[in-house]
């Protein structure tokens, strides 16, 4: 347990620019960052505590942040 934001421009040095362009010109794109913003937020706050959840949920939560971290690095090589 990290209790860190992992935030994509952290997670993505050098990125920040295309991240935003993209955002921009690609609603798909801009869907899996939001959906990342939001999953990272729940991440961070069953670490902290703030939002007491079960084990398996925090669980669930990383695995789909992974997923979508997965999902962002794979459409910034493409795009």
Known sequence: M?????DLVADFPGQAARIH???ETDAHFARLVAEYDEVNRAVYRAE???????????TALR?????LKDA???ALRQG
């Not at 902290?48 to 925090?58: A, G, I, K, N, W």
């Open 2 to 6: 990290t209790h860190t934001t992992h």
């Open 21 to 23: 362009q993209m955002k």
């Open 48 to 58: 902290t505590r703030l939002d007491p959840v079960s084990e398996d949920h925090e």
């Open 63 to 67: 695995r789909r942040r992974a997923t």
């Open 72 to 74: 962002i690095a794979r």
